[in-house]
């Protein structure tokens, strides 16, 4: 091919694609531009999406009468704390991000993750892809993380400006007050995200169940914090200034000792090595031994379902990930799957709440209520996906969002046109 032939048919091509691309709605096309410069993401870990219908909340009420909300925010499968935060801060799903599990194994690095052992929370391998926080970073700008899955381990070599090791005693109006400040140094060190954490209302789901007077009063508590955030954020000018997002993890959903399935009465528990525990069972199989068990978990598939891992459904994004182990079980919502030892151990197990069942779930759903100057008045949309939170987030924040598994399409209705 001559050299004049190849130029014009190298910019047809590109105006073609080019043109292409300006079709589709990609951010900047037909999505409202933002005015506010500031996000705050806050989180009340297990908060499902009905439990502001349990009891009075001015302060909840009045953010969805001039902000948006929706029907719930559906949690990635597991949902369980851990991979959703992840989820929520990269908007990908657990076989895109490596966090698959609140316990994973990997046997490249011959390594298990657990929630409680602290050298594995801070080891960047667990966590793929770019938290929000990097991305804001990478734009020049500053995010401050007060608590948020991820933001302990320099993931990319990076850190956000401001962030906390995981300190559960650290009182929860003080949480508010670092993160205002950040929000409003009127320094370098000023933050434009800023995310902020509350486990207490999880906590009390966990142990007394979701219809408790206990977890009624963890919502009131949850609606006073929001009550004074709202008052310091007014104080410090910052209402005009940021998009507040408030969202939770996952729901909860009540278990008991009337609905349980033991595993000795399928399968020699010793044929297995358990990763991630109920109410979604990952487990390696001891050699030589996979058919045998799977083929006995799957003549007695009531209360639960079971798939190896290559049959584990597309829907719950896992099955593409080397660190998901050979079978994956799950509980029928509200049933518990453990070994006899475990049960006899244990005279209350289970009892009051759990999460970690199937993602479709309503019992699973998590809350999304948010409110600021880029955001709708009085707008209530179906539930969506936690994972195009993220794209929200940085469209919001007008920084160019790494590639993710959301998409702000599927949250632009929530935008106000300026
Ligand atoms: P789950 O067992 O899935 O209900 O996890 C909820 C618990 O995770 C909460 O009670 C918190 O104490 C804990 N948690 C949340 N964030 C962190 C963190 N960054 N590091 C360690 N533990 C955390
Ligand atoms: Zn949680
Ligand atoms: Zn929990």
Known sequence: MSRSFRTPFHLILVLTVGIGFLGCSGPGVDVPKPQAQKVL???????????????????????????????????????????????????????????????????????????????????????????????????????????????????????????????????????????????????????DLSTLYFSFVDSRGHRYGTDSEEV??????????????????????????????????????????????VLDEM??????????????????VRDQKMDEVYDALKANEEHFKVYKKEDIPDRFHLKDHYRVPDLLMVADVGYTINTRAYFESRENYPSGGAHGFDNQASEMHALFVAKGPDLKEGFRMKAFENVHLYELMAHLLQVQPANTDGSLDSVKVLLKEH
Do not use: C
């Not at 949850?222 to 940021?242: C, F, P, V």
């Not at 020699?268 to 525990?277: G, N």
């Open 267 to 284: 399968i020699d528990p010793e044929d297995v090595e358990m990763i991630e525990y109920s109410p979604s069972v990952m487990m390696n």
């Open 41 to 191: 993401l806050v989180s009340f870990d297990g908060f499902r999406h009905d439990y502001l219908s349990k009891t009075n909340t001015p302060n909840f009420d009045q953010l969805i009468e001039k902000g948006v909300s929706s029907e719930g925010l559906i949690p990635i499968f597991p949902s369980k704390t851990f991979p959703n935060y992840y989820a929520i801060a990269t908007g990908l799903y657990p076989e895109n991000s490596g966090f698959i599990g609140n316990s994973m194994y990997d046997s490249t690095m011959n390594a298990r993750f657990t929630m409680g052992d602290r050298d594995q929370v801070e080891n960047p391998q667990w966590y793929g892809g770019e938290p929000i926080w990097n991305t804001v970073e990478k734009a020049g700008k500053k995010a401050g993380t007060m608590f948020w899955v991820g933001s302990e381990a320099p993931i990319q070599n990076m850190r956000p400006t401001h962030w906390k090791s995981y300190d559960g005693s650290m009182p929860d109006s003080a949480r508010i007050d670092t993160v205002i400040k950040w929000l409003n140094y009127g320094n370098e060190r000023e933050v």
């Open 216 to 261: 009624k009063a963890a919502i009131k508590k949850a609606d006073d914090l929001i009550g004074y955030l709202m008052e310091k954020m007014e104080e410090q000018k910052l209402t005009s200034n940021t998009n507040l997002l408030i969202v939770s993890d996952h729901g909860m959903a009540d278990v008991s000792r009337e609905r349980i399935v």
